[in-house]
């Protein structure tokens, strides 16, 4: 799921197995269209199988990561015993640095 100029998107109620090096992404990609922000990624089960993600969250700069909600999401690793947000969310989006 990537967050891309959006303004108010809702990304709610969705399976998503196996998500690669990210499950949602939080990007600008074109400077010259207003910066994404308010967002929502709810009410989601995400299921990693083999290895969690590089990163749960990807926030590049200029973008507004703190104006993002995360809430109400499943993150569940069956094969990972060492994962451990299998019932919570990640640390608010601003928490996340850019790479």
């Known amino acids: 799921m990537t967050f891309s100029g ?3 998107y809702v990304f709610a109620n969705n399976t998503i197995v196996d998500p690669g ?5 939080i990007v600008e990609e074109n400077p010259g269209r207003r910066r994404g922000e308010r967002g929502s990624f709810i009410n989601n089960i995400v299921v990693f199988r083999g290895r969690v ?7 590049r700069e200029g973008t507004k990561p703190a104006t993002f909600t995360f809430a109400a999401n ?3 690793a ?7 947000r299998s019932y919570g969310d990640p640390p608010a989006v601003g928490a996340f640095a850019a790479p």
């Open 6 to 8: 959006c303004l108010d």
């Open 74 to 76: 499943l993150w569940y």
């Open 53 to 59: 993600p590089r990163s749960l969250v990807d926030v």
């Open 21 to 25: 090096d990210y499950v949602a992404r």
């Open 78 to 84: 069956p094969d990972d015993p060492s994962f451990d």
